[in-house]
């Protein structure tokens, strides 16, 4: 029903038409698996400029606004308690559908997809759409479902779940603080977009291949990527790690994944992005096993790499020539809503320039190469650790390895941070800058092979 004053449709009565909608375009109710006229023209007509309403939708089940079938489109619709906005009719060839301008808030459950695009078609544009939560800034939903397009984009897209499954498609320009992206067979590039820390037992990305069989290969390019991991999130939930998880998942070997470069994890404090520390990203092959990412993103986040099955290892660092210092200044840092996750107590740190972890590479610091800081369990007040790279002149594309004990000289904790571009390092008691503390056998810092290595590796 059309508000007095606005361009708005509420629904007053609890009842809906049929299967949920309140509109049907170019579909009869009664037989909903098909279209009225095939193939319609482009520019066949849309819906514009209008506010949706699910409050008081019967059972509470929230309101579904449009089951379409040709080229329509959709623009400039903000929703609230809304479970699916549009939905085109299951494998109709349907072209140059377009939904732009979408701002959900509240939205009535997370089992809908907001956008369900499940069919052929050429030129999908999916652009300025933001998914919304159930809550206020809790309840991850799903956001955009999209079956065999054979091209178009999906771009600007704020949180929830966006999946594809046999797309040929590019997805661009995403923030997905409260969601992820499935990429499920296809060939989807995924470029310029930026997530948060894993969520509901998902991964950032994850990239599969359900229908994959023998002789059958799929591919995915994945590049310029921002996987953001805040110390102080407003989640308790996102707080890092004590384990590592990967950024990108391959669940199988039916999927060729193209890891191209640009792709970075970011260190920070919440509203304070701009102050960012960069890292390699973590991505675990089909087996499984994060090794060669744990032992090589340093050269493979800033190179690339191709994943078919198992990661080409490949790539040269710089030639580092000059002495690193190590460790600058050593204190605590406030970050309100921060908690120090382990015991009150003095921590210890040395730290190692390393080019080539799995043969010990690289070189001892010839300054400061230990620093103490006092620590309060659940304080927010962090340790923090400055670095002193001396007169390297290439401050990427190298792992340091930051050791951590309860007494000088005594180590029961290390971690490999892959460097892009890191002055910073935060101690939250779980992770340093995002990457879990492993254990190790109490004692010194391991010996270096070849310290002062100064040529490059390979």
């Not at 309060?376 to 951590?404: C, E, F, K, W």
């Amino acid at each position: 029903v059309p508000d007095a004053t606005s361009t708005a449709y509420y629904e007053q009565d609890g009842t809906q038409t049929a299967n949920g909608y309140l509109f049907f375009m170019n579909v009869d109710p009664a037989s909903p698996a098909t279209w009225v006229q095939q193939f319609p023209n482009i520019g066949c007509g849309g819906i514009i400029n209008c506010y949706v309403d699910g409050t008081n939708a019967g059972g509470g089940n929230g309101i579904k606004l449009a089951y379409f079938a040709g080229s329509y489109v959709f623009d400039n619709i903000r929703n609230t308690k809304v479970s699916t906005l549009v939905r085109a009719v299951n494998s109709l060839y349907q072209d140059h559908i377009k939904v732009t301008r979408i701002f959900s808030n509240l939205r009535a459950n997370q089992t809908d997809y907001l956008i369900h695009i499940n069919c052929l078609g050429d030129a999908l544009i999916l652009d300025d759409i933001s998914c919304g939560y159930t809550g206020s800034q809790v309840g991850i939903t799903k956001g955009i479902y999209i079956g065999p397009i054979s091209g178009g984009r999906v771009s600007n897209i704020i949180n929830g779940i966006v999946e594809t499954v046999n797309s040929v498609i590019t997805l661009s320009d995403m923030s997905m603080f409260g969601g992820y992206v499935i990429i499920d067979g296809g060939d989807v590039r995924l470029v310029k977009s930026q997530f948060g820390i894993n969520q509901d037992g998902e991964y950032p990305v994850r990239c599969k291949a359900t229908s994959g069989a023998t002789g059958e290969r799929y591919r995915a390019l994945i590049e310029d990527c921002r996987f953001i991991k805040t110390v102080n999130p407003d989640e308790a939930s996102e707080r890092w790690p004590t384990a590592d998880l990967a950024d990108i998942k391959i669940d199988n070997n039916f999927v060729g994944v193209t890891v191209g470069k640009g792709n970075h994890r970011v260190a920070t404090t919440s509203g304070s992005q701009s102050e960012a520390q960069m890292m390699g990203i973590l991505v675990e092959e089909s087996s499984g096993s994060i090794t060669n990412w744990r032992e090589f993103s340093h050269i493979l986040s800033a190179a690339g790499a191709e994943v078919n099955g198992v990661t080409k290892v490949s790539g040269e660092t710089p030639d580092f020539d000059d002495a690193f210092n190590g460790f600058g200044t050593a204190t605590t840092e406030v970050f309100a809503g921060a908690s120090f996750a382990d015991s009150s107590a003095t921590y210890f740190y040395a730290v190692q320039f390393l080019i080539d972890p799995s043969r010990r590479l690289g070189r001892s610091p010839v300054g400061t190469a230990e620093v103490s800081v006092a620590a309060t369990s659940g304080s927010d007040s962090l340790p923090t650790l400055q670095l002193n790279y001396g007169s390297i002149a290439h401050l990427g594309s190298h792992m340091l390895r930051v050791y951590r004990g309860g007494s000088t000289g005594n180590y029961d904790k290390f971690v490999d941070i892959p460097v892009v571009s890191l002055k910073k390092l935060i101690d939250d008691g779980n992770a340093l800058n995002g990457f879990a503390w492993r254990t190790r056998t109490p004692g010194s810092v391991d010996t270096i092979n070849n310290n002062g290595w100064s040529g490059p590796a390979r």
